[in-house]
């Protein structure tokens, strides 16, 4: 019997026209990994909060959904809450209590297990996911991904049947959202139990993935395996946006329009390219000339680190140590790092947030010392943070917005000339009148942008603009960046996402080990790295070193032609 | 640190307030002393020497402000030592003001202590069983502080960057915090909605709530219970015999003796040592165990 039947499911929010889901119908049997993917608002978050019925929200549903069998209004309470299990996007907030061990037994609190049964379950519990290290621990003290982990076991003490996961990685690094989705995996294939996942991040899920859903304007496109998705969204949707969030070597194989299996993983992929294509004759870097290493003077600059050594505390150790660092004016310069290495603490230095003990910072060859009270932040810099909903103070944007303009002295026909050019540059213009925590992620992202073009910076610093963002907002955020740029704004940004980083810096470095190191073109910086790199690097390199982007790939393979069998 | 501490917490609580009660509703010198003893010792013994020496010259000081400010002010007593603008300063106001300084100071050191041992977990797990949801409350309360002052310290630093209301006047401060404060409380009213969410999702308001906790009441807890409560049986006993009756005014009575008496006093010297005691016991245990291997 299937766990989860849907049929013909509709939902309209009140107020609303349009239909959030529409007409969905599907199932899902016990023991499968179902991955939903769709772009944000496709009304994925909907549709999930449905199946849960403490979660789901005010408005007009029509068509059924089953659980076993038995309409899900029809559930006794007990029922609903334990066996379907929901895991949110956000892992700060799902925490409730202020302890490890609490956070875990609040649900076994809940349902009424007596202390013993509730003392084996947890630990239990707790073994399995590796919390028993910090089990005494405070919920504060942990990082995103340990979070996200507690979140997790918390609702897995509970036995659910069916677990549903709402972007559950979306804000976490690279490494601990693999470890997570590991987690799952290993879940479904050693418990049996059935997952039901939203997410964007879908090189690491597909390859586990027993089913996809796609998901447009509410209603669901495809529901098949990864590997028939993979050829049958191409075929019968040109030009999906969705067709952007695919893992590397499944959009490698569609651009190709090759007749083959399409590949999941970088393996499959490498023997794709093997099977079907030519290698390249004479390597050649696609730089023929090497640019010339020429030191730039101090007029070329835009912020020029020498020598910075810092920390948050005389007794800490430093998180700075003698950071170099030269960007030049009108370029993008991306800062790749793993997690916690000091990449937001460099920026916090930058911008003056924090003060070095040791070295010198010139913003625009001035030493930043010698910028009086906040001119710094006119005309000159402006730091887009980690987290948009900190830069939001006002009851819509289009207020914030006009704040702006009085801490900038514009007149006011100057200033909502200002606001309605920057509105369209960023196409934001609809999104004016809301209130700033009723935005997406992505359209959070954009506004606050919106705000940081408001002070007309000559440099713009990013911290994780692509974090927890999809691929479509992902390829927007590029064409506002590669605008700006052309305006001749100064770019500095620091993230984790190496295709991002690939496909729009100029120049990139890594941090590693408090220090700025390797800094080079992606070219030569990506196709000189063996682990840290892109998947359409790590998929191609055996025959065309020096493709980085998915692009690159698909052009050379053009080039060189299809092997003749 | 961790062997007082390990007791159960119900066992910590009772202990605490059978020395708090003594030390506060008693003048007799010997049991003071003893308390401050029992204070001292095991503040010192779960803390770092540099910490004991700073509170010791600290009480020091405190001590004698204290025991020399009583007779400046009082001046009961049959025994005057000198005249002050002619007030006599007494022999029993100066031994008063020293005994009142010696009860204030022990329960100083055993309150230091109380923080260390008692911690916030152990609080609520008490005070939950006899209201539930208030421990629940309390729970999250705990967790929120340190997320909404790190929120709050992003904020400013953000607002910081955008230029806006950043002078050093007063005035553009004060602006400052009242909007960041503002901001503050949208973003934790917007949150703590998905907070609710979650609970709800994990079956909150179900009928039958249980409270877990990780404390076990073993069998040394009920052991130390037993002590604790034959100790009070026995502090009962010397209560009837006037063995702790003590008083300063108008002449200082004489300190009870006898065997009686020396019983008692041993008895709660051994308690109110106990808690070091039992730190230093098991840090020599522990150096004999890695000396035999």
Redesign the interface.
């Known amino acids: 019997m299937e766990i989860i039947k849907s049929e013909d499911l509709s939902f309209t929010y009140p107020g609303q026209e349009k239909r959030a889901v529409d007409s969905v119908s599907f199932k899902i049997l016990p023991g499968e990994f179902v991955v939903i993917c769709g772009e944000s608002g496709c009304g994925k978050t909907t549709l999930l909060k449905l199946l849960k019925r403490e979660l789901s929200p005010n408005g007009t549903l029509e068509g059924e959904i089953y659980y076993m069998g038995t309409r899900l209004g029809e559930l006794d309470d007990r029922t609903a809450a334990c066996e379907i299990g929901y895991v949110m996007q956000n892992p700060e907030n799902q925490v409730v209590t202020d302890k490890v061990w609490h956070e875990l037994a609040f649900g076994l609190e809940n349902m009424g297990v007596p202390t013993p049964e509730i003392r084996r379950r947890v630990g239990e519990m707790a073994s399995f996911f590796g919390i028993h290290e910090w089990f005494q621990k405070e919920t504060s003290q942990l990082s995103g991904g340990q979070k996200q982990l507690l979140n997790l076991a918390s609702i897995m003490v509970m036995q659910p049947r069916i677990l549903i996961l709402d972007e559950p990685t979306s804000q976490l690094d690279p490494i601990a959202a693999a470890d997570f989705i590991n987690t799952l995996h290993k879940l479904n294939r050693e418990l049996g139990l059935t997952i039901l996942l939203v997410e964007h991040r879908l090189e690491e899920v597909f390859p586990i993935a027993d089913k996809v859903a796609v998901m447009d304007r509410g209603r669901l496109l495809l529901y098949d395996t990864p590997r028939i998705i993979g050829s049958e969204l191409k075929e019968k949707y040109q030009n999906h946006p969705m067709l952007l969030g695919l893992p590397s070597p499944m959009r490698i194989y569609q651009q190709l329009d090759a007749r083959d299996d399409c590949p999941l993983t970088i393996r499959e992929g490498r023997d794709f390219l093997t099977r079907n294509y030519q290698k390249e004759g004479r390597i050649q870097s696609p730089e023929r000339e090497k640019p010339v290493r020429h030191r730039e003077k101090e007029e070329e600059l835009a912020v020029h680190l020498k020598n910075i050594w810092f920390r948050y505390e005389r007794a800490l150790p430093d998180i700075l140590a003698g950071v170099d660092l030269r960007v030049r004016k009108g370029e993008i310069f991306s800062i790749l790092g793993g997690n916690g290495s000091g990449k937001t603490t460099l920026l916090s230095v930058i911008s003056g947030q924090n003060k070095a003990y040791r070295g010198g910072i010139k913003i625009f060859g001035k030493k930043i010392k010698e910028y009086k009270s906040g001119e710094l932040y006119r005309h000159n810099l402006a730091l887009l943070p980690q987290n948009p909903q900190t830069v939001f103070l006002k009851t819509s944007v289009a207020e914030d917005y006009k704040e702006i303009g009085k801490v900038m002295g514009y007149g006011k026909e100057e200033l909502e000339e200002d606001i309605a050019r920057i509105a369209g540059q960023l196409n934001i213009q609809e999104l004016l009148p809301k209130h700033p925590y009723d935005l997406s992620g992505g359209e959070q992202q954009k506004a606050a942008l919106g705000k940081m073009l408001l002070l007309k910076p000559r440099c713009l610093l990013l911290d994780e603009p692509t974090k927890g963002i999809d691929a479509y907002s992902k390829a927007v955020l590029r064409g506002i960046l590669d605008n700006l740029r052309k305006e001749g704004i100064t770019i500095l940004l620091v993230t984790h996402d190496v295709e991002f980083a690939a496909q729009i810096s100029d120049r990139c470095s890594l941090f590693f080990d408090r220090e700025v190191i390797s800094e080079d073109t992606p070219v030569s910086f990506f196709s000189n790295n063996n682990f840290y790199t892109t998947a359409a690097n790590r998929m191609a390199r055996h025959m065309y070193p020096y493709a980085i982007t998915c692009e690159d790939v698909v052009a050379l393979c053009r080039k060189y032609g299809r092997k003749s069998i | 640190m961790d062997h007082f501490s390990s007791y159960h917490p119900s066992v910590l609580l009772v202990y605490y307030v059978i020395v708090l009660l003594l030390t506060m509703f008693t003048v007799h010198p010997v049991l003071l002393v003893c308390s401050l003893l029992g204070g001292i010792l095991f503040f010192a013994a779960t803390n770092p020497l540099k910490a004991l020496g700073k509170n010791l010259i600290f009480y020091l000081f405190l001590f004698f402000l204290l025991a020399l400010t009583n007779p400046i002010f009082n001046h009961r007593g049959e025994t005057p030592l000198f005249f002050m603008n002619d007030n006599p300063v007494t022999l029993e106001a100066i031994l008063y003001g020293a005994g009142v300084s010696v009860m204030l100071i022990g329960i100083m050191f055993w309150c230091k202590c109380y923080n260390q041992v008692m911690t916030?977990?152990k609080f609520v797990y008490l005070f939950g069983k006899a209201i539930p949801k208030l421990s629940?409350v309390l729970?999250?309360a705990?967790?929120f502080i340190?997320?909404f002052k790190s929120?709050m310290k992003?904020?400013s630093?953000?607002?910081?960057?955008?230029?806006?209301y950043?002078?050093?006047s007063l005035t553009d401060r004060v602006i400052g915090s009242i909007?960041?404060l503002?901001?503050l409380l949208?973003?934790c009213l917007?949150?703590?909605i998905?907070?609710a969410?979650?609970?709800?999702?994990?079956?909150?308001?179900?009928?039958?709530?249980?409270?877990?906790?990780?404390f076990c009441f073993r069998m040394d807890d009920g052991i130390l219970l037993a002590a604790l409560g034959a100790f009070l049986c026995m502090s009962g006993v010397g209560y009837q015999q006037n063995v702790f009756e003590f008083y300063y005014y108008p002449s200082v009575s004489p300190i009870p003796t006898g065997a009686g008496a020396y019983l008692q006093y041993s008895i709660i010297l051994v308690m109110m040592l106990f808690p070091s005691i039992l730190e230093i016991k098991g840090r020599i245990q522990w150096k004999l165990l890695r000396a035999k291997i």
């Open positions: 916030s977990d629940l729970s999250m705990l967790r340190p997320v929120q992003k904020i630093q953000v607002q910081k960057t955008m230029g806006l950043t002078s050093d909007r960041t503002s901001a949208t973003w917007e949150n703590s998905e907070t969410d979650s609970m709800k999702a994990r079956g909150y308001g179900l009928k039958g709530r249980t409270n877990f906790s990780i």
